[in-house]
């Protein structure tokens, strides 16, 4: 028959042997918690990072929409130069010429705007698409921090190996975002 001093013996060193078969596993989520952390605060610079472009490109088309209105304006000056009877035509041609030649500038300057509007909102749409990846990612990695931590209640293996491939898929989604372009 075994002594109570043996069966306590016993016990603690199971117990021990559980806490060595544990460790993997706790260390395991610590480095899926680390990733997490850093996922995320890649994910939140990304999204200010794609407010700001979009700032950006709504300022670069209201600087369009602003000198679409200045050509419009001088397009209708012209219409009206033109309907009109002056007493110096002299002067008159000397306007309507200073009217085309700011239709033909703004109407450069109006292609520009456009493209770097155009330009600014595919940066807007780039970011977007990074922080979609690292959003996606922080939640992979949250997932697998979560089952990765039922082993530790269940005893079983397969959740901690189920967490890791949470974690790599994670970590793999939120690498993603490094190389859109």
Same mark, same amino acid.
């Given at each position: 028959?075994?002594?109570?001093? /043996?069966?306590? #013996? ?7 042997? =559980?806490?060595?078969?544990? *460790?993997? $596993? %706790?260390?395991?989520?610590? $480095? ?6 850093? $996922? ?10 794609? $407010?700001?472009?979009? @700032? *950006? ?22 219409? &009206? ?12 041609? *000397? ?9 033909? *500038?703004? @109407?450069?300057? &109006?292609?520009?705007?456009?493209? #770097? ?10 970011? /977007? ?6 959003? =996606? !990612?922080?939640? &992979? ?6 089952? %990765? %931590? ?18 790599? @898929? !994670? ?9 859109? !372009?």
């Amino acid at each position: 028959m075994m002594e109570a001093n /043996e069966a306590q #013996e016993l016990q603690e060193q199971q117990e021990e042997a =559980l806490q060595k078969n544990m *460790k993997p $596993v %706790s260390f395991t989520m610590a $480095v899926l918690a680390v990733l997490v952390a850093i $996922v995320t605060v890649l994910g939140h610079r990304t999204h200010t990072e794609a $407010v700001l472009r979009q @700032a *950006k490109a709504s300022d670069q088309w209201n600087l369009y929409q602003a000198k679409k209105i200045r050509q419009n304006d001088t397009e209708l000056a012209a219409d &009206l130069l033109s309907a009109l009877q002056l007493r110096d035509p002299a002067a008159g041609k *000397k306007l309507a010429d200073g009217y085309a030649a700011h239709q033909q *500038k703004w @109407a450069e300057d &109006l292609k520009e705007e456009q493209q #770097e509007a155009q330009a600014l909102e595919a940066e807007v749409k780039l970011a /977007e698409r990074r922080a979609d990846r690292f959003d =996606l !990612g922080e939640a &992979l990695l949250e997932i697998g921090l979560v089952v %990765s %931590s039922i082993t530790l209640l269940t005893r079983l293996r397969t959740y901690w190996y189920l967490g890791i491939g949470f974690g790599v @898929a !994670g970590v793999i989604v939120a690498g993603l975002a490094f190389v859109l !372009g």
